[in-house]
Nanobody, 116 residues
Framework: VQLQASGGGLVQAGGSLRLSCTAS????????MGWFRQAPGKEREFVAA????????YYADSVKGRFTISRENAKNTLYLQMNSLKPEDTAVYYC??????????WGQGTQVTVSS
C-alpha cells in the first residue's frame, strides 16, 4: 500500500492550500480515510476523516468551518481543502487509510507552513 501526499507549501496567514493524497495497492473506494498532522514538538493529531462513500465527514474542532475533506474514488485520491489558514496550522500533514477500526496505512507527509 502506498499513500502519496502532496500540495503542501508556504502560505501567509489567511491563505489557502489544497492537499492531495493518491492511493495505490488498496481498494480505495471501500476504505475510510483521514488526515492527521504533527507540529514540531507535538504529538500527531486528528484533522479530518471521511467514510468510503464520501457521505459522512468528521473534523477536529480546531479546523471545523475552515477545512474540507473530500475524495474522488474514481481517481483513488483524497483531498483536504484548507482555507483561512493560521500559523498554528503549521505541521506535517499525513493521509491515512483505515483497516477495520484503526488507521493502518500512512503516507509520507507533506509540510504546511503558515507565516504570520
Amino acid at each position: 500500500v502506498q499513500l502519496q501526499a502532496s500540495g503542501g507549501g508556504l502560505v501567509q496567514a489567511g491563505g489557502s492550500l489544497r492537499l492531495s493524497c493518491t492511493a495505490s495497492g488498496l481498494t480505495f473506494r471501500t476504505s475510510d480515510m483521514g488526515w492527521f498532522r504533527q507540529a514540531p514538538g507535538k504529538e500527531r493529531e486528528f484533522v479530518a476523516a471521511i467514510i468510503w462513500s464520501g457521505d459522512t465527514t468528521y473534523y477536529a474542532d480546531s479546523v471545523k468551518g475552515r477545512f474540507t475533506i473530500s475524495r474522488e474514488n474514481a481517481k483513488n485520491t483524497l483531498y483536504l481543502q484548507m482555507n483561512s489558514l493560521k500559523p498554528e496550522d503549521t505541521a506535517v500533514y499525513y493521509c491515512a487509510s483505515k483497516l477495520g477500526k484503526a488507521y493502518k496505512y500512512w503516507g509520507q507527509g507533506t509540510q504546511v507552513t503558515v507565516s504570520s
